[in-house]
């Protein structure tokens, strides 16, 4: 039996990124064609439902299993922040939960989804490619290496960056060849980037990148 629980009280006190991550995912979704989303280690991080008809959330963490076991309080809750930016209702099962390690199977068909999130969430798309449709999208940030992994990976191509400004994200089409340039040296490895588990050191980085799986 679930646990008596006031959602939204337990969103905020675990959302590290308040208001924050809606901004994100709003420009990302201008940028995109919509499609059905995966966003491993997502924690209780809702935000992409509030741009995204489709989303699919895994994490390992108990708490966000319990958050997201409420699933009539949490699609409330979301239509509460999708009213917030005009948007209509969430649909009918528009948010989905695992409680996985997201480098298991997961219980989705290859070439399933039409954009894969990696945020501070280790390599993601070493592990979780495999859901993802040709021509769809991979948005990474660097924390923890998988931006910098995507960029030795010859299946994605960069074709944006997702840059900020005093809370504000817009994306970037232009001179993409100044982005993701070492600061020191060659780009390393894959095994290096494993072994440091962190990203490189660019000399123009951006908030997170957008790659299309070719």
Request: glycine share 8%.
């Amino acid at each position: 039996m679930k646990r008596e629980m006031d959602v939204a009280v337990f969103h905020a006190k675990y959302d590290t990124h308040p208001g924050d991550r809606i901004g994100l995912f709003g420009a990302v979704a201008e940028h995109l064609d919509g499609g059905p989303v995966l966003y491993p280690g997502s924690f209780v991080d809702i935000a992409a439902s509030v741009y995204f008809d489709d989303v699919t959330y895994v994490d390992m963490d108990r708490r966000a299993a319990r958050f997201f076991a409420h699933a009539a309080e949490v699609a409330r809750l979301v239509d509460l922040k999708r009213s917030a930016t005009g948007r209509a209702p969430l649909p009918a099962a528009g948010v989905r939960f695992h409680q996985a390690d997201y480098s298991d199977p997961l219980p989705l068909e290859d070439g399933s989804v039409r954009l894969l999130v990696s945020l501070y969430a280790g390599f993601v798309s070493e592990h979780c490619s495999r859901y993802l449709a040709t021509g769809g999208w991979l948005f990474a940030n660097n924390s923890h290496g998988d931006a910098s992994l995507a960029a030795l990976d010859p299946r994605f191509t960069l074709v944006a960056v997702l840059t900020s400004r005093s809370g504000e994200y817009r994306v970037r089409t232009d001179d993409l060849e100044r982005y993701m340039v070492p600061r020191k040296g060659e780009q390393p490895t894959a095994e290096e980037l494993h072994r440091t588990n962190k990203g490189v050191a660019f000399t123009r980085p951006a908030f997170a990148y957008l790659f299309q799986l070719g």
